[in-house]
Structure formats: structure tokens, C-alpha cells
């Protein structure tokens, strides 16, 4: 059964810097892709960045562009997403994402199966 494992959330101040990880197991994702996505209370999940694993081309969300790095260490079945230069706006529960078809994706829908979350709280 496929898992999907997100860690390194917390309370920050604006301007400080995160690491996320998401450890996967359970299933063969050699050829498909990952994303994180956030979501703050009352809000839509939001995409904030993708990639596939073969590739090493990531895409992001324009609102963190510049500030956020999606990366994976194959050997370890992990993706991290390094946020620098956290703005309150930033707040929200993150999401890690896989899908079994190859190649990045923003729409949730495409994706096959979630993590619980991270929280991300960044005080001003």
C-alpha cells in the first residue's frame, strides 16, 4: 500500500526558512510525479510545486517562486520542499502528492495519492 509521510512543519517568523520532507514507500514511483500543495483554513488546496522523478525539472506556483525548491534523492524515495523567505501568507497545512502517470502536475486531481499534512505556521 502506497504512504506517503510529510515532516518538518512548524511555527516560524516571516522571513525565516523551512524544509519539508515526504518520505514515500509502499510503491514503484520510478516513473511518476510528486507535488506539494498547501491549504489554509477556508480556502482551496493550492498547488505550490511539482516534478517527476526522472526529470530534474521542477515547476512552482507563481506565489513562491523564487522562494520555494521542490528536490527528491531518489535512493531515499524522498521529496523535500525547501521554503526560504516565509511570508504569513504561507500558513496553511502541506500537502505531498504522487501519481502514478510520469511528468509534473498542478490540478490535485491528477494526483493518485496524499499524505496527512504538515502544518506551517508563519507568524509576522
Known amino acids: 500500500q502506497v504512504q506517503l509521510v510529510e515532516s518538518g512543519g512548524g511555527l516560524v517568523q516571516a522571513g525565516d526558512s523551512l524544509r519539508l520532507s515526504c518520505a514515500a514507500s509502499g510503491g514503484a514511483f520510478s516513473r511518476g510525479g510528486m507535488g506539494w500543495f498547501r491549504q489554509a483554513p477556508g480556502k482551496e488546496r493550492e498547488f505550490v510545486a511539482s516534478m517527476s522523478w526522472s526529470g530534474g525539472k521542477t515547476y512552482s506556483a507563481d506565489s513562491v517562486k523564487g522562494r520555494f525548491t521542490m528536490s527528491r534523492d531518489n535512493a531515499k524515495n524522498t521529496v523535500y520542499l525547501q521554503m526560504n523567505s516565509l511570508k504569513p501568507e504561507d500558513t496553511a497545512g502541506y500537502y505531498c502528492?504522487?501519481?502514478?502517470?510520469?511528468?509534473?502536475?498542478?490540478?490535485?486531481?491528477?494526483?493518485?495519492?496524499w499524505g496527512q499534512g504538515t502544518q506551517v505556521t508563519v507568524s509576522s
Open positions: 502528492a504522487a501519481r502514478t502517470r510520469p511528468g509534473w502536475e498542478s490540478r490535485a486531481s491528477e494526483y493518485d495519492y
